[in-house]
C-alpha cells in the first residue's frame, strides 16, 4: 500500500472497542489499512492513513465506528484514480446520505 497521510491529528474517526464483535469488515473494506485485528477486537493503528471516506462506519454491523463523512463521494473518485478502479466510497448505494 502506498502511504499517504491526509492530515496530521484532524481525522474525526472514533472506534468503540467495546462494541466490536470482532467480524473483520472494517479491516476488508478500509482501503488505507486503517485497522488492525487483535484479541478479537478492531484497533486504529493508522489514524493519520484515513481519508474519512465512511466505508467502515457504513459496514460495520454493530455501529461501533463513527466518522464525519461530509466528502464521502470526493473520496470515492480519490479511490478510483488511487486504485484504478470505478469509483466507489463501499456503500450500497440505499443509503440516502450518501452517493
Ligand atoms: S466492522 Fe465493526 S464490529 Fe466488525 S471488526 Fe470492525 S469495528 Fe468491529
Ligand atoms: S473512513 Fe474510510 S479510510 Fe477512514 S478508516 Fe474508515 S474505511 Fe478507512
Do not use: W
Request: proline share 3%.
Amino acid at each position: 500500500m502506498k502511504e499517504l497521510v491526509y492530515l496530521s491529528d484532524v481525522v474525526t474517526l472514533e472506534l468503540c472497542e467495546e462494541s466490536c464483535n470482532g467480524c473483520g469488515m472494517c479491516i476488508k473494506v478500509c482501503p488505507h489499512e486503517v485497522f488492525e485485528l487483535s484479541g478479537r477486537k478492531a484497533h486504529i493503528v493508522r489514524r493519520d492513513y484515513c481519508m474519512e471516506c465512511g466505508a467502515c462506519a457504513l459496514n460495520c454491523p454493530q455501529n461501533s465506528i463513527k466518522v464525519n463523512s461530509g466528502v464521502g463521494c470526493a473520496a470515492g473518485i480519490i479511490n478510483g484514480i488511487l486504485n484504478n478502479t470505478e469509483p466507489s466510497c463501499g456503500c450500497s448505494g440505499s443509503d440516502s446520505n450518501c452517493c
